[in-house]
């Protein structure tokens, strides 16, 4: 079965500070693997998104993802937080030859950015 | 394109009251699902169609949640009755076919169940 690990419920860095969320998935078969973030109140949209290929994903505002096979991670990085980064992000797993459409979420990570 | 389209936006009801939610997936779209978020149980899977048809309801919560897709561009979630402890974000998103399973998200309707 598919599940999804976020590490920390809630992550603070300083303005100008690295951001690093992390998230580790388990999954019989290659996945296709995503960050979403969510805004107040609003719904999620898509950062990025591994499929195939290159490990290391880039995606909008400046994030980027390293899919990592031997550690079944998939962290979300930025090298310099900005206040309006502070949302919540959520990782995401999907398998569709195994597991059909659905995507796995998980519990979500909320971003504090301090100025 | 306009994306997916929910709903209304905010919802606020009385207990015992029948809840109707709306949603437009992207169109050309063939994979619509519902998602319900709170505060206690973060995002969780409802149900999902696949070309307007069922496929899995397994996170409906009971007998009082009814969610249909009547064609390609239109979806229902009801609540009947409504109780207080539906009060939540709920989510619909939809999938095109080929698109390695990202979801487009609508905006989302609060729930309140007085």
């Known amino acids: 079965a598919q599940s999804v690990t976020q590490l920390g419920s809630h992550v603070s860095v300083s303005e100008g500070a690295l951001v690093l969320l992390r998230c580790n998935y388990s999954s019989s078969v290659p996945p296709y693997l995503f960050w979403y973030v969510q805004y107040p109140n609003q719904g999620l949209q898509l950062l990025l998104k591994y499929t195939t290929g290159a490990t290391l994903v880039k995606g909008i505002n400046g994030f980027e993802a390293e899919f990592k096979k031997s550690e079944t991670s998939f962290h979300l990085t930025k090298p310099s937080a900005h206040m309006s980064d502070a949302a919540e992000y959520f990782c995401?797993?999907?398998?569709?030859?195994?597991?059909?459409?659905?995507?796995?979420f998980g519990a979500g990570t909320i971003l504090r950015v301090k100025s | 394109d306009a994306g997916v389209i929910q709903s209304p936006r905010h919802e606020v009801t009385e207990m015992g009251q029948e809840v109707t939610l709306r949603c437009k997936p992207i169109?050309?779209?063939?994979?619509l699902f519902w998602y319900r978020q709170t505060m206690m149980r973060g995002l969780e899977l409802l149900i999902y169609?696949?070309?307007?048809?069922?496929?899995?309801d397994s996170g409906m919560p009971e007998d009082r949640f009814s969610a249909k897709m009547p064609n390609a561009s239109f979806s229902t979630l009801k609540i009947q009755p409504s109780e207080p402890r539906d009060s939540a974000v709920y989510f619909c998103a939809s999938r095109g076919g080929r698109s390695y399973n990202e979801q487009f998200f609508g905006p989302g309707t609060r729930l309140t169940v007085l």
């Open positions: 995401a797993v999907s398998a569709p030859m195994e597991y059909g459409n659905k995507l796995v």
């Open positions: 169109s050309g779209h063939n994979s």
């Open positions: 169609f696949n070309n307007n048809v069922p496929i899995d």
